[in-house]
């Protein structure tokens, strides 16, 4: 009986040689939907690179694949088929090309985004969570026969910079030349060896799957209704389906930073922050002081970016602590911009001007006007041609019809402006010496605060409220919760990403002298909000577009402690005759005391209004930390405090007396 038993466990293959069977199956499989020159590609993968290659081969049953490494030979084949296939039309400035997306497809697509997990794993009250299996059998008979008849392309990318510890290896598998091309630009293509070895050393992969689905004779997606993107948040894998617009389709950028959140919350709490964050530096007296800021998308992000005299990145921030000198650092994990282009134009915005009207760079426009093989959008500040196309169809100037969508675009290389830091890629990052956080508050927050502590700083972050803008279908402008502008793309619970940011701060790594300053900021301010002190002109915004440059360099200097700040409940506010003197040398305007008293008076009715909802909203949140309820309600104490002395408005000067005679140093 043991002798048989013996001879028949022999007779069975071992598990090596189980999986070495799987692996040949699946090169035999993919082979035959390859060329020679993709087969020599496909060879130089390790199996785990291999395995999801074949998933989505055998699920999306493309007619062929194509393996890009990201060379010059692969990407001149992208482009081609791009224009060929109608994903982009080429424009009358060389190398620069556009697409459309569709008019019912301009934005992220928040109604149809899941994150699929298991019963037991918590997801954040903010997002919509669906059971793993059943989100899977869902979006793979969506998948089913996606690509028949189309190229599967396969692209090999790290979010970050090659050769940095937290950069992300992302596997991506789509049949859009767009999305590639678009790839391309924006983040670092690897060789088939050296993202096979990135992988085995990281332990993990971000593996996206992204189909056009079925196109219209105008080359849009013909089943918006089967719209999906899933984030399959126990595998970290995505599945992108039946859209083109790039917030959807690029999995690398919102997506898997998605990933990232939640792969920090599991393996490095308290010592990385993924971060919806631009990163800019500003050259103050020969010192670089870089910030990295967080505004939710629509709100000026990319123009504060374009601010700085060396540009990091304008989205995303992969921050983390360089344990050898105790500083917290950043680096940005694309190498190129994906920005909205209303408003871009010569006076604001010449860096990119000079990109966007130059054959000398590589640009893909999107969902904008194209008259004569010229693009022209709205804001750009030239005159419109008579007639055209755009992202509807057929464009006359007489129908009053928009010239571009609000969310039209342009895909850019970081490397092609002029303040983008060119030296050799530090993987190591920048030191960061702040943290912005805003939004569009019309009404609530003075323009600049600088937190007390980083408590507050987090306090700061986490109450930032925002209206909606065209980044989201379905957008109306009402203003809603946008903790640290990255709610839509942190999968966790709140309370565990609070904490999470709690302890990133008060990690021992972190020397006390390099801990960022932190900073809500709010350029939106509006007149209409601001009546109580100087009644009459009601119609439009306090500041303007520029004067971002003299906040960022206020900012800095209130870091460095070489400005004298007020103390507030909230946070410290500038001086006036700090301001004064730099909107004069940094952009040579005349700011009035007046403007100075509607930017930075506490109106404290809209303040704890703000605190109480802010109160009420985290309180229904799992495992939120005492101390972030203790930190608010000292805010209000502090105020109403400040209401039964002064009033319901209190000016920066009645600031400064009442600190004078309450709390003397």
Not at 55 to 75: C, H, K, V, Y
Not at 86 to 94: D, P
Not at 563 to 584: A, N
Not at 591 to 596: D, Q, S, V
């Amino acid at each position: 009986m043991t002798n048989d038993k013996q001879k028949q466990d022999k007779s069975l293959p071992s598990s090596s040689k189980i999986d070495m069977f799987r692996l040949e199956t699946m090169k035999t499989y993919l082979v035959g939907l390859m060329d020679e020159s993709n087969c020599d590609k496909l060879m130089r993968l390790s199996p785990a690179v291999i395995k999801p290659i074949f998933n989505g081969a055998t699920r999306l049953n493309p007619s062929s694949i194509f393996i890009n490494t990201g060379s010059d030979e692969d990407m001149a084949y992208i482009r081609l088929q791009a224009l060929k296939k109608g994903e982009e039309v080429a424009l009358s400035t060389k190398n620069h090309t556009c697409h459309f997306d569709g008019p019912d497809d301009q934005g992220r697509d928040t109604a149809n985004t899941r994150y699929l997990a298991y019963d037991e794993t918590p997801i954040s009250s903010l997002q919509h969570k669906l059971e793993h299996r059943a989100g899977l059998l869902e979006v793979r008979t969506i998948m089913n026969d996606l690509m028949k008849d189309k190229e599967m392309i396969v692209s090999f990318i790290s979010r970050g910079p090659v050769g940095s510890p937290v950069s992300d290896p992302t596997l991506q598998v789509t049949d859009s030349y767009y999305v590639t091309h678009s790839e391309f630009l924006l983040y670092r293509m690897m060789s088939p060896e050296a993202f096979s070895n990135d992988v085995e050393q990281k332990g993990y992969i971000f593996i996206n799957y992204h189909s056009a689905g079925a196109l219209t004779p105008t080359k849009v997606s013909a089943n918006l209704h089967n719209r999906r993107i899933y984030m399959d948040v126990e595998g970290w894998r995505s599945y992108s389906m039946n859209n083109q617009y790039a917030g959807n389709s690029i999995a690398p950028k919102k997506i898997n930073h998605r990933f990232a959140n939640m792969n920090n919350l599991r393996n490095y709490f308290g010592s990385r922050l993924d971060e919806h964050m631009f990163v800019t530096g500003f050259d103050l007296d020969g010192e670089v002081v870089y910030f990295a800021g967080a505004y939710p998308s629509g709100c000026g992000k990319t123009g504060t970016a374009m601010t700085g005299s060396i540009l990091i990145g304008d989205d995303l921030a992969k921050i983390f602590i360089d344990v050898t000198s105790g500083e917290v650092r950043a680096v940005n994990p694309e190498k190129g911009m994906f920005g909205i282009i209303e408003g871009v134009n010569r006076i604001d915005d010449p860096e990119t001007m000079e990109v966007l009207t130059s054959e000398k760079h590589e640009v893909i426009l999107s969902n904008l006007l194209i008259g004569n093989g010229q693009p022209y959008w709205e804001g750009m500040g030239e005159k419109f041609p008579q007639k055209g196309y755009n992202f509807k169809g057929e464009w006359h100037r007489k129908y009053g019809e928009p010239v571009s969508h609000k969310n039209a675009r342009f895909t850019i290389s970081l490397d092609s402006l002029a303040n983008h830091y060119q030296g050799k890629e530090k993987v190591k990052g920048v030191k960061l010496s702040g943290l912005l956080f805003g939004g569009r508050d019309y009404a609530t927050m003075p323009t600049i605060v600088m937190a007390h502590d980083w408590t507050n700083t987090v306090v700061h972050g986490a109450i930032i409220r925002s209206a909606t803008t065209a980044t989201e279908i379905g957008a109306d402008g009402t203003e809603k919760r946008s903790p640290f502008a990255n709610e839509a793309f942190f999968p966790g619970p709140l309370g565990d990403y609070i904490k999470h940011y709690l302890a990133f701060g008060r990690n021992p790594a972190i020397a006390a002298k390099n801990l960022p300053s932190g900073f809500q900021v709010n350029y939106w301010l509006h007149k209409s909000a601001r009546q109580a002190l100087f009644p009459g002109d009601t119609d439009g915004l306090i500041g303007e577009k520029r004067d971002t440059k003299v906040w960022m360099n206020i900012m800095a200097l209130m870091h460095q402690g070489r400005v004298e700040t007020i103390w507030t409940p909230i946070g410290r506010i500038p001086k006036y005759k700090d301001l004064q003197k730099m909107f004069s040398r940094v952009i040579g305007k005349e700011y009035k005391r007046e403007t100075y008293s509607q930017q930075f008076s506490l109106y404290i009715d809209n303040l704890v209004r703000r605190i109480d909802m802010s109160i009420l909203e985290f309180s229904k949140e799992k495992g939120m930390p005492e101390e972030f309820f203790y930190t608010l309600d000292t805010w209000r104490r502090d105020l109403l405090a400040l209401k039964s002395t002064i009033g319901p408005v209190v000016t920066p000067a009645q600031m400064i007396e009442y600190v004078a005679a309450n709390l003397p140093e």
